[in-house]
């Protein structure tokens, strides 16, 4: 069974700065997707960015890009000139091909200091 | 707008009381699920269905069951509540099995089991 790592609770970054949020994942395949969703307050999922493993290129968009190491199985998450509605948890997700069963980490609660 | 729609958004339940919380999706997609999020745990799967007719257990699935008879719908049957039901379920519905689609979630039930 895969098994997705966020080891950050909680991370905060100064408004306009740049934050990178980690997360690790565990699995036997070679072929697979990896997410980032944002949860706001409202408690609305939100995809935010989305990685295929047979990629070597990094995902990008806007202020959001990710760093996919896939040999080291880590997929983290740079936000970039961080603005006050980017606070929200964070959760990493992984996806295997040919499967929408998704497996996610424990989240990342991300606080923006004005 | 077209989504996915759950209802309702907030339940208070006696333990023992049974309820059925509500998912539809006007998007014709092939597949649906449910989750359940707790502090700390992250989104876990209880039930999907990869089409009308045909549902599975996820990860969670003790002390819920589900149905699926037509495209849109898929609730979530809580037969006999107990406190550790007391969560945020989140429904989710994707369109294929071959592309990397998003999932789109509904705004989530809150629900207390007392």
């Known amino acids: 069974a895969q098994t997705v790592t966020q080891s950050q609770p909680e991370m905060s970054v100064q408004e306009a700065e740049t934050v990178t949020l980690s997360c690790t994942y565990d699995?036997?395949?070679?072929?697979?997707?990896l997410f980032w969703y944002k949860q706001p307050p409202s408690r609305q999922m939100i995809l935010v960015i989305r990685?295929?493993?047979?990629?070597?290129q990094n995902a990008t968009e806007n202020r959001f890009s990710v760093n996919f190491q896939k040999a080291a199985k880590s997929f983290s998450l740079k936000i970039s000139d961080s603005q006050l509605g980017d606070a929200a948890m964070y959760f990493c997700?992984?996806?295997?091909?040919?499967?929408?069963?998704?497996?996610f980490g424990t989240g990342t609660r991300l606080t923006i200091i004005p | 707008n077209a989504g996915v729609t759950q209802t309702p958004k907030f339940q208070v339940l006696k333990t023992g009381q049974s309820m059925t919380l509500q998912c539809a999706q006007d998007?014709?997609?092939?597949?649906m699920s449910w989750y359940r999020q707790d502090p700390g745990m992250g989104l876990r799967l209880i039930h999907y269905?990869?089409?009308?007719?045909?549902?599975d257990q996820g990860e969670v699935p003790n002390g819920y069951n589900v149905s699926r008879s037509t495209t849109e719908d898929f609730p979530l049957r809580l037969l006999s509540a107990a406190p550790s039901q007391t969560s945020v379920y989140f429904c989710?519905?994707?369109?294929?099995?071959?592309?990397?689609?998003?999932?789109?979630f509904g705004q989530g039930t809150r629900l207390t089991v007392v």
């Open positions: 989710a519905s994707s369109y294929s099995q071959a592309a990397v689609t998003e999932a789109f």
């Open positions: 699995t036997s395949e070679s072929d697979y997707y």
């Open positions: 990685q295929e493993a047979y990629k070597q």
């Open positions: 997700a992984y996806r295997n091909f040919g499967n929408e069963k998704l497996t």
């Open positions: 998007m014709n997609h092939e597949y």
């Open positions: 269905s990869v089409g009308a007719g045909i549902t």
